[in-house]
């Protein structure tokens, strides 16, 4: 979801995104832009960024980080919860 958040904010495609993109300069965010995505990041996943976080976060890998998460692995893990419990309902 995090670079769905960054493509509807940075007007990109998903597989533009990298973890190693500056939000700036690759991204070619200004301030406006910045702000709108740190409050989608904020509404979807519930969380306050401090005037510190914000100023440390300077890449797409960084919001990975701060959020404590990896889109792939993340996704790797719901693929995986998906098919045991496929396997599970078709046994039962």
Do not use: P
Request: proline share 0%; net charge negative.
């Amino acid at each position: 979801m995090i670079n769905n958040i960054i493509a509807k904010s940075f007007n990109l495609s998903i597989a533009e995104i990298s973890a190693e993109m500056h939000l700036i300069y690759d991204c070619m965010a200004d301030s406006l832009m910045l702000i709108d995505l740190f409050i989608e990041l904020e509404n979807y996943y519930q969380i306050n960024f401090t005037r510190k976080d914000i100023e440390n976060i300077e890449t797409v890998g960084d919001i990975y980080n701060f959020l404590g998460l990896s889109e792939l692995v993340l996704n790797k893990k719901i693929n995986y919860i998906s098919k045991y419990y496929m396997v599970y309902f078709f046994i039962c």
